[in-house]
């Protein structure tokens, strides 16, 4: 396994939670790495991106400002800190680490469910 994501959970709307995604590839740092979400009957969609140094984040239009993502190199991990929560963010959602020549890598995902 070289993603691990953790940190999914049931949160009432308006909530926080921060999901995390451990990698075990050696050259973490040389990877661009994204947050993606699927919800029950649609395409998985981009949340988040993050450079391999971390200088450059994009994220989905539909984030707004709620979440922020992050790496740590040194513990091969990255974050996405997400706040303001909303039952449309219901999903499972999948770190996934690209870099040119490589393979893609997809983790396993965690579900994430926004509810009263």
């Known amino acids: 396994v070289h993603l691990m994501e953790s940190g999914g959970g049931l949160v009432e709307p308006g909530g926080s939670l921060t999901l995390s995604c451990v990698s075990s590839?050696?050259?973490?740092?040389?990877?661009?790495m994204s947050w993606w979400r699927q919800s029950l009957g649609n395409e998985r969609e981009l949340v988040a991106y993050i450079s391999p140094a971390g200088g450059t984040t994009t994220y989905g239009d539909f984030v707004k400002g709620r979440f922020t993502i992050s790496r740590d190199n040194s513990k091969n991990t990255v974050y996405l800190q997400m706040n303001s929560l909303q039952p449309e963010d219901t999903g499972v959602y999948y770190c996934k680490a690209t870099q040119m020549g490589r393979p893609v890598y997809w983790g396993q995902g965690t579900q994430v469910t926004v509810s009263s």
């Open positions: 590839i050696s050259t973490f740092s040389n990877f661009k």
